[in-house]
């Protein structure tokens, strides 16, 4: 049971920064796909960025503005967010499933908001 736990969440105002961190319990791989999701009040979760072996991908409303990294040997994976915008207010939870599992583990989730 691989447990996440996400952190650098708070207030911004609009055009502000803020870097996520998640701190995995355990080893992690460059063959885990590991992400961002996000939830709006009334609104479904949705991915914001993913990091896999091969790459990383990002969702529309994020891209050139977010930027998804992982360091394997800290077991981290971080979420840099540039150029905040108010509809990017949300709880952003992270993402791990190991290559060949069916199922991922979450962390708690860390609320941003954008405001002025």
């Known amino acids: 049971q691989v447990q996440l736990v996400e952190s650098g969440g708070g207030l911004v105002q609009p055009g502000g920064s803020l870097r996520l961190s998640c701190a995995a319990s355990e080893t992690i791989f460059s063959t885990d796909t590991m992400g961002w999701y996000r939830q709006a009040p009334g609104k479904q979760r949705e991915l914001a960025a993913v990091?896999?072996?091969?790459?990383?991908n990002y969702a529309d409303s994020v891209k050139g503005r977010f930027t998804i990294s992982r360091d394997t040997a800290k077991k981290m994976v971080y979420l840099q967010m540039n150029s905040l915008k108010p509809e990017d207010t949300a709880v952003y939870y992270c993402?791990?499933?190991?290559?060949?599992?069916?199922?991922?583990?979450w962390g708690q989730g860390t609320q941003v908001t954008v405001s002025s």
């Open positions: 990091i896999r072996l091969g790459g990383t």
């Open positions: 993402y791990l499933r190991r290559n060949f599992a069916s199922v991922g583990y």
